[in-house]
């Protein structure tokens, strides 16, 4: 195979990978806390499938990753005494079967057994890390900025609202939930602010997405046609190679 068709592919490989993430931020435009990622792809030289002299190397298109934009979403209000939504850099705490995770998703209820939960059912950690018990006998929930929740003049609990040193720890575990990579505890993060009665739109642009989303077809369009010519031109000339023989 020519080496301009091994590059092709590789390249093909990597806009069709760009393709699944750009579709999952437009179909993820309305979700709550949800973050838009982009494709990073990188070059790497490579020794040539063949070559006339061996001195070429040829460059391939590889997936690096997914990179996620932490940038705040718009608020929206709701007036739910359980939809929260942070302002600033942070995560809520939650408590899952496989182990604490972190979610931007405010969208709480309360569970039979009156703790604070998300819409899967995780509990909602407080500072301490434990449950936030909800008792309606003790009138209205109010929830400070500061994540400190009350009831009438009882405090219940505060809502922890924790981050990393560094958000590309953070790796998507599904169900709008983050877990941490590394061995380093979260710290909290005293300079969020907890909004009660509204939920963290998603920062994905539609339209945006919509143009990408474009421009990855047309691109791949572009590698498939390149790639048609290439064979075209070698399969012209062993046909008069075989003529002139």
């Not at 710290?187 to 963290?200: F, K, R």
């Not at 590698?223 to 002139?244: F, I, P, Q, Y």
Request: charged share 25%; glycine share 10%; proline share 4%.
């Amino acid at each position: 195979m020519d080496n301009a068709l091994y590059v092709g592919l590789s390249r093909q490989l990597t806009l069709r990978r760009e393709l699944d993430v750009v579709a999952n931020n437009i179909a993820n435009a309305n979700t709550t806390g949800f973050k838009v990622e982009d494709l990073m792809v990188r070059t790497e030289q490579s020794k040539p499938a063949k070559t006339l002299d061996g001195s070429a190397p040829v460059k391939f298109v590889l997936d690096s990753g997914v990179a996620r934009d932490f940038t705040q979403g718009a608020m929206t209000k709701t007036g739910g005494d359980f939809d929260l939504a942070i302002e600033g850099k942070g995560f809520f705490r939650v408590q899952t079967a496989n182990g604490d995770r972190y979610t931007r998703d405010g969208r709480f209820t309360t569970n039979p057994e009156g703790q604070l939960v998300t819409q899967s059912g995780h509990p909602v950690l407080d500072e301490g890390g434990g449950p936030i018990n909800i008792d309606p006998t003790l009138g209205q929930v109010s929830i400070g900025k500061d994540g400190i929740v009350t009831q009438g003049a009882v405090r219940v609990g505060k809502i922890a609202v924790v981050r990393p040193d560094n958000l590309a720890s953070m790796a998507k575990d599904g169900d709008n939930l983050y877990r941490n990579t590394t061995n380093a505890t979260l710290q909290p993060a005293p300079d969020a602010v907890v909004h009660q009665g509204m939920l963290e739109a998603s920062n994905v642009q539609s339209v945006l997405e919509i143009t990408k989303l474009i421009q990855v077809q047309r691109a791949y369009e572009s590698v498939a046609k390149m790639m048609d010519n290439t064979s075209e031109l070698s399969r012209t000339a062993v046909e008069r190679l075989g003529k002139v023989n």
